[in-house]
């Protein structure tokens, strides 16, 4: 993919966030393992450059359960079925992309990673202006996401070959059509470039 556009970016203001990578998520995606693969190469070479890495995971307690109001057509059926519940294997991250001591770890309860999480102002602690986004799936957190961080004016960055969706036409819709217009897109090696070249 022909990326002429991309920014340059000071990797020490720069963070990856890792969305839904979760053991019960992650075998939804199309050939997950190589899927998580490029993830893991590519939180990699955001560690190596000095890059934060973030973690965002969907689970719920049993007061997200009971907050969850019936207008909300995706979340009142997982709230009424109890799914999710944040103790459960399921829920947690996917072993082969570990989290380490100083990553930003966070727990939501909606499709997006920053409106039930306090993702924003850890961030912005960090001085944080730019994000690559990988995620399962690209309908969903990554969409979610990629709409309230680019209205909060961070530079954003989906990472092509580092999201994954069920329905492959959607997901070419939203990479081809409705992401170029947010957020700059590269692939998995443009990203290792662009590291090396910061």
């Known amino acids: 993919m022909s990326t002429p556009d991309l920014p340059t970016i000071n990797p020490e203001r720069t963070a990856l966030l890792a ?9 939804l995606a199309p050939d997950a393992d190589a899927l998580v693969e490029r993830v893991k190469g590519a939180i990699a070479d955001v560690r190596a450059a000095g890059g934060t890495i973030g ?6 307690t049993e ?8 207008t909300n057509k995706a979340f009142a059926a997982v709230a009424g079925a109890k799914m999710l519940h944040h103790e459960d294997p399921v829920t947690q991250i996917d072993e082969r992309i570990t989290p380490e001591d100083g990553d930003i770890v966070v727990r939501k ?3 997006g990673s920053v409106s ?19 995620g399962i799936s690209t309908s969903g957190v990554v969409l979610s996401t990629l709409i ?11 990472l092509t070959d580092g999201v994954a969706d069920s329905d492959p ?8 059509k409705v992401f170029p217009s947010r957020a700059h897109l590269l692939d998995s090696t443009q990203l290792h470039d662009l590291l090396r070249s910061a």
């Open 19 to 27: 969305m839904d990578f979760q053991n019960g998520i992650v075998p």
């Open 55 to 60: 973690y965002v995971r969907v689970a719920f």
């Open 63 to 70: 007061d997200d359960w009971a907050a969850v109001p019936e």
């Open 109 to 111: 309860i909606r499709f």
């Open 116 to 134: 039930t999480t306090d993702l924003h102002e850890q961030l912005s602690e960090r001085g944080i202006d730019t994000l690559i986004l990988t």
């Open 148 to 158: 309230d961080t680019a209205d909060r004016d961070y530079r954003v960055l989906v």
């Open 169 to 176: 036409e959607t997901h070419r819709v939203l990479i081809d």
